[in-house]
């Protein structure tokens, strides 16, 4: 089944080592947004492994449109944040997904 509403991603996290907690304290600033701009969390999962290898969170964000999805990364009060992400998130993969 196609996304007809807009993008639909799965959003994996790594946190810098030591700083899950801190990434987690990020994300909770940063996720609210997302109604603001069209856009769902579908389902957050926080990663039950300690192994740095592994993501520390997985996220499903489904938004209205492409408009939507660029507006929240835009977003003044996400980028003010920046240096926070930068210091808390060691990685971030985008894989655009569709739901079955």
């Known amino acids: 089944m196609a ?3 807009g ?5 994996l996290l790594w ?5 899950a907690a801190e990434a987690t304290a990020y994300e909770d600033k940063v996720l609210p947004l997302l ?3 069209g856009g769902t969390l579908v389902q957050r999962l926080r990663s039950a ?3 740095a290898e592994q993501p520390v969170e997985i996220q499903t964000i489904r938004f209205a449109s492409d408009a939507a999805y660029a ?4 977003d003044p009060r996400r980028t003010d944040l920046a240096e926070e992400r930068d210091r808390v998130i060691a990685r971030t993969e ?3 997904v569709e739901f079955r």
């Open 94 to 96: 985008l894989i655009s």
């Open 49 to 51: 492994s300690t192994d």
């Open 3 to 5: 996304n007809v509403n």
């Open 7 to 11: 993008p639909t991603f799965a959003v």
């Open 71 to 74: 507006a929240y990364m835009a």
């Open 15 to 19: 946190s810098r080592p030591g700083l």
């Open 35 to 37: 109604e603001v701009h």
